[in-house]
């Protein structure tokens, strides 16, 4: 298997080269994230279980409601301890968890809560804009100009395709 | 299977060859192509992005469309690996091996054209393998019965844990978690709800589709955004003549049978895609060419290797995922989603009760090659441009149409709630190299095993009938065999980077 796994590194190490700095090898940044999600995976366990106790009880059944999930929670426990006990896994690049990712979804998931207040026509208008505007950030009018003709657009667009085209109603507010 | 009756085929064929539904299959392989070219965009993404879309269409016409968007992502990203190195899709990732160097040598061109021609000859020949394979899996399939369910879905899921990712534990945890949330919502069996926390929402459980395209489509914009932050598009280098002549084929032949061999066989295997495929394939072109140095320095064969096997792993996972219903890729999975999505199971019934859908499948396969092969024969250059869409409106705009999407199922906007959240959960578990293709299977066949068991156990009082019917003994026993060989090979290898 050996000049298969060259021709593997040396593909996957061409493209991350590319790919550039954010998903780089950091072999020691994430030390103990595999023990941190260790962790999080018994309590996840723990509290799913408690949970399979208020299963309403199926008696005509010789295998009840509860007996899959207890048993993917076991293994998952098992595994989960396992995790915590080793630690940082097979050496592997692992990249960090960059805010950013994440502050992007916020702002998404923000778009989501408020279109259901104010409805798609408001909402949809400002997330695009202020994402255009966000995520490459820069004074020039002429990205201002792109970010209301994409927003206008794409408003636009998004109500077309669904409420004339596919039918579908799209969330009024209020 | 008396299928080669041709008054069946023709009515189930008239759905197809209306020109809307022709113009529909190429507007998808047209907008697969166009995801494929685009690195960062996958082509799961483009198949889940669709999905919600084909709500409104006849199911073997939404079938068609999706599997078109299959066959122009696989394609799509051979461009960009070819002009700038960076594959548009992961399928095309052993392409840029001998395709970038050609590229560089000014040779783009002839580079693109024999990769159009191996991905055509590719996507045909599995093609050709699916149409006479599928009816033999599905009658063989005809015998199975719960414990063979069971053990066929152990296997898929013990291959997939194996495969994917570098590390056996990580993959079980992903798988493990996938079979959980499976299982929150109104149990089938049973009828009564689990794991629902008091949410009235919760009820209709976890959506298949909402947790595919959150996993799939949000993460990778989610990851995207990121990269946004940096560099300016790349510029592809100038494309010039394209097509390879009759005798570079001939000369090739028994690189495009025997890499379009190899593709179909490995996507059959669960959770094996294009890249893997591409990349196995070009290691065997290698060994088996008499001029193995010139692999890598902007050699033919190397690319036509990559190109063939990728396109071929369409057919290879179509075959599995229509007869068993197990997913022979990340990319079918959504795709078995999608047809879930229409009320159908996919298994042998598929073939007897809807054979309209089958047959609208093959065609699409075939069709669609010709689709792919003359967009991508005529507009290369111009589509080449579309990596120079800027990510700061591709990333909100795509989100936009998620969201559309996802809400358009269901009217609620607690699914696309679901949506983000696991979008978030699949971000985490990419950043940290926990493997998707588990936590995809887990969600997709849990019901499936879990379903299969308690019936087994409730018809025999106990299990053994998995090890004592022979079908199902010998998936146990691969299932154990993949696995083991999993651990002894991450195992040394693992040594090996220290």
């Given at each position: 298997m050996s000049k298969l796994d060259e021709d593997f590194d040396l593909a996957k190490s061409s493209i991350l080269d590319e790919y550039g700095d954010d998903s780089e090898a950091e072999l020691h940044g994430a030390k103990n994230a595999d023990r941190i999600i260790g962790v999080a995976l018994l309590f996840l366990c723990?509290?799913?279980?408690?949970?399979?106790?208020?299963?309403?009880?199926?008696?005509?059944?010789?295998?009840?409601?509860?007996?899959?999930?207890?048993?993917?929670?076991g293994l998952l426990a098992i595994v989960g301890a396992v995790l915590v006990f080793r630690g940082h896994l097979e050496e592997s690049r692992v990249s960090n968890l960059d805010w950013r990712g994440f502050a992007a979804l916020a702002a998404a998931v923000v778009y989501v809560i408020v279109m259901e207040q104010v409805g798609f026509l408001?909402?949809?208008?400002?997330?695009?804009?202020?994402?255009?505007?966000?995520?490459?950030?820069?004074?020039?009018?002429?990205r201002f100009v792109e970010a209301f003709l994409f927003a206008a657009s794409g408003t636009v667009g998004g109500y077309l395709l669904f409420e004339r085209f596919l039918n579908i109603g799209l969330p009024n507010g209020g | 299977m008396d299928s080669l009756d041709f008054q069946v085929i023709a009515t189930a064929l008239s759905g197809v060859l209306q020109p809307m539904s022709l113009l529909i299959i190429f507007l998808g392989v047209l907008g697969g192509i166009v995801v494929g070219i685009i690195p960062g965009l996958s082509t799961t993404m483009a198949v889940a992005i669709v999905i919600p879309f084909t709500f409104a269409m006849q199911p073997e016409v939404a079938m068609s469309l999706l599997v078109a968007v299959f066959v122009g992502g696989v394609s799509g990203g051979l461009v960009t690996a070819i002009l700038v190195r960076m594959p548009g899709t992961p399928a095309s990732i052993a392409t840029l091996l001998d395709g970038f160097p050609m590229a560089q040598k000014g040779m783009a061109g002839q580079a693109i054209g024999n990769a159009i021609i191996a991905s055509f000859f590719g996507t045909i020949i599995s093609g050709i393998i699916l149409v006479l394979m599928a009816?033999?899996?599905?009658?063989?399939?005809?015998?199975?019965?719960?414990?063979?369910?069971?053990?066929?879905?152990?296997?898929?899921?013990?291959?997939?844990?194996?495969?994917?990712?570098?590390?056996?534990l990580r993959g079980l945890v992903t798988?493990?978690?996938?079979?959980?949330?499976?299982?929150?919502?109104?149990?089938?069996?049973?009828?009564?709800?689990?794991?629902?926390?008091?949410?009235?929402?919760?009820?209709?459980?976890?959506?298949?589709?909402?947790?595919?395209?959150?996993?799939?489509?949000?993460?990778?914009?989610?990851?995207?955004?990121?990269?946004?932050?940096?560099?300016?598009?790349?510029?592809?280098?100038?494309?010039?003549?394209?097509?390879?002549?009759?005798?570079?084929?001939?000369?090739?032949?028994?690189?495009?049978?025997?890499?379009?061999?190899?593709?179909?066989?490995?996507?059959?295997?669960?959770?094996?895609?294009?890249?893997?495929?591409?990349l196995i394939s070009y290691s065997q072109a290698k060994s088996a060419s008499k001029k193995p140095e010139l692999f890598g320095t902007g050699h033919v064969p190397g690319v036509i290797a990559s190109e063939a096997a990728n396109n071929a792993t369409i057919g290879g996972a179509l075959i599995i995922a229509l007869t068993l219903g197990i997913p022979?890729?990340?990319?079918?999975?959504?795709?078995?989603?999608?047809?879930?999505?229409?009320?159908?199971?996919?298994?042998?019934?598929?073939?007897?009760?809807?054979?309209?859908?089958?047959?609208a499948i093959y065609f699409t396969v075939f069709f669609g090659s010709f689709c792919m092969a003359a967009i991508l024969l005529t507009a290369v250059r111009p589509l080449s441009r579309v990596v120079e869409i800027p990510k700061r409106m591709l990333v909100p705009g795509?989100?936009?149409?998620?969201?559309?999407?996802?809400?358009?199922?269901?009217?609620?906007?607690?699914?696309?709630?679901?949506?983000?959240?696991?979008?978030?959960?699949?971000?985490?578990?990419?950043?940290?190299?926990?493997?998707?293709?588990?936590?995809?299977?887990?969600?997709?066949?849990?019901?499936?095993?879990?379903?299969?068991?308690?019936?087994?156990?409730?018809?025999?009082?106990?299990?053994?009938?998995?090890?004592?019917?022979?079908?199902?003994?010998v998936f146990i026993i691969l299932a154990l065999l993949v696995v083991s060989y999993a651990l002894i090979h991450k195992r040394r290898a693992s040594a090996r980077l220290r």
């Open positions: 723990g509290v799913l279980y408690w949970q399979t106790f208020s299963f309403p009880a199926t008696t005509w059944a010789p295998l009840g409601m509860a007996f899959w999930p207890r048993l993917l929670i408001i909402a949809t208008p400002v997330f695009l804009f202020s994402s255009v505007v966000l995520l490459e950030p820069s004074f020039a009018i002429r | 009816p033999v899996l599905a009658s063989f399939a005809v015998k199975f019965f719960f414990s063979e369910y069971v053990a066929v879905g152990l296997f898929a899921l013990a291959a997939v844990v194996s495969i994917s990712g570098d590390s056996v798988c493990l978690i996938g079979l959980l949330v499976a299982t929150f919502g109104v149990s089938e069996e049973d009828g009564l709800p689990r794991f629902i926390f008091g949410s009235t929402e919760m009820m209709a459980g976890i959506g298949l589709i909402p947790a595919l395209m959150g996993v799939f489509a949000v993460s990778q914009m989610m990851q995207e955004a990121l990269r946004s932050l940096n560099k300016e598009a790349p510029v592809p280098a100038v494309v010039e003549r394209i097509l390879p002549t009759l005798a570079d084929i001939r000369s090739n032949t028994v690189n495009y049978i025997r890499s379009s061999l190899i593709g179909t066989f490995l996507g059959v295997v669960p959770a094996l895609g294009g890249g893997p495929a591409g022979g890729d990340p990319v079918t999975a959504v795709l078995l989603g999608g047809l879930m999505i229409h009320g159908l199971q996919p298994g042998p019934q598929l073939f007897s009760n809807n054979p309209e859908i089958i047959y795509l989100f936009l149409l998620a969201c559309l999407g996802v809400y358009s199922l269901n009217n609620r906007l607690f699914d696309v709630f679901v949506m983000c959240a696991f979008g978030a959960m699949g971000f985490i578990f990419d950043r940290y190299r926990y493997p998707l293709p588990p936590f995809i299977l887990g969600i997709l066949l849990g019901p499936l095993i879990e379903g299969n068991f308690r019936k087994l156990y409730a018809a025999d009082g106990d299990v053994w009938s998995l090890l004592t019917r022979p079908i199902s003994a």
